[in-house]
């Protein structure tokens, strides 16, 4: 099946603390930046269609600008959801109740009006890479998929892209074990790394068809990308204008397939993606890493509080709103808490809705 990718977006989140195998880039935040252009469809074995409208063209310099702390969020703020990490050093934290946070917008401190610390089921796209490079490294990594999935809510939902030049969804969203064992299963490594393209799609289809409260896009690849039509600030402002998902990337960027110029770039896409939606992107030396790698990803899903508040500002009220999240516990350390760091105020994007094509 085929994901077509169009649309805008924008959205802010941020990474404080990484655990033991991941790093990332500072966030930082950004105005406005000018429209995009549409990216071609993710291929599945049958086109799959993501919404309509346009990613306009990108004028010249017109990757998103930044300004102090993160790229820019936004959503509607009838209600202003953040899932949040809590890290004392490196161990998450998962003792706090709603009275050990504060949340400040705009340097005002807001009214939490709901609050959860459970293990909520997630909407996940596993997204690999199946260029020619990752032969040898598919097996390893589709055990590690698969274990993944095991280690998270048994209610959570997946559906698997395999992309090269191309993208293809081999298996739609399913809770069954076996069926995504089969769409990763799909192993043609061949062609180029199509990344952007076949995250912009995989991001339309979570949201298009995800029926679970949190959604996830987990990716996979040992390269930099080299076909897509998009451009990396392209595709981090549609899944920004998306008000999600976040994004995990593993980089299986070892060895001696690419130049320390090509590790650095890919390195630094990778650190992009995971950083401004809120996720935290993992450079394994080694495949023997990335299952320990992926049980990570799983206790870092599950381990999440959300939390919601109205925002005391007037909807009518535009610009950026910087977003603040504190945490302090008894006994405990300093706390650091990972989260999106602001918004802009505007409607929802719609849902697509347009569906899949069945195979």
Known sequence: MRLCNNGLLFVSLSLSVLPVWGQQAPSQQTQAPPPTQAAPPLQDRDPVRSPDGDIAPATAGGPLKKETEGYILRTNVDEVVLNATVLEGSRIVQTLTKDNFQVFEDGTKQNIISFQHTDLPVSIGLVIDNSGSMSKKRPAVNKSAVDLI??????????????????????????????????????????????????????????????????????????????????????????????????????????????????????????????????????????????????????????????????????????????????????????????????????????????????
């Open 150 to 359: 095991e280690a998270s809510n048994p209610q959570d939902e997946a559906f698997v892209v395999n992309f090269s030049d191309e993208a293809f969804i081999d298996q739609e969203f399913t809770s069954e074990i076996k069926k995504l064992r089969d769409g990763l299963s799909h192993i043609e490594s061949r062609g180029g790394t199509a990344l952007y393209d076949a995250v912009v799609a995989s991001a339309d289809k979570l949201v298009a068809d995800g029926k679970r409260p949190k959604q996830v896009l987990i990716i996979i690849t040992d390269g930099e990308d080299n076909a897509s039509t998009l451009t990396l600030e392209q595709t981090i402002r549609r899944v920004q204008q998306l008000s999600g998902p976040v994004i995990y990337t593993i980089g299986l960027l070892f060895g001696d397939e690419m130049s320390h110029s090509e590790v650095r770039h890919a390195r630094r896409a990778l650190e992009m993606l995971s950083g401004e939606t809120g996720g935290i992107a993992f450079f394994p030396k080694s495949i023997e890493q990335v299952d320990d790698i992926a049980a990570e990803v799983a206790r870092d899903i599950r381990s999440q509080y959300t939390i919601g508040y109205h925002s005391s500002k007037s909807l009518s009220d535009q610009g950026f709103r910087r977003v603040q999240v504190t945490a302090q516990g008894q006994g405990l350390g300093k706390l650091d808490v990972r989260t999106r760091t602001g918004y802009f105020p505007s409607p929802r994007v719609p849902k697509p809705t347009k569906q899949p094509v069945q195979k």
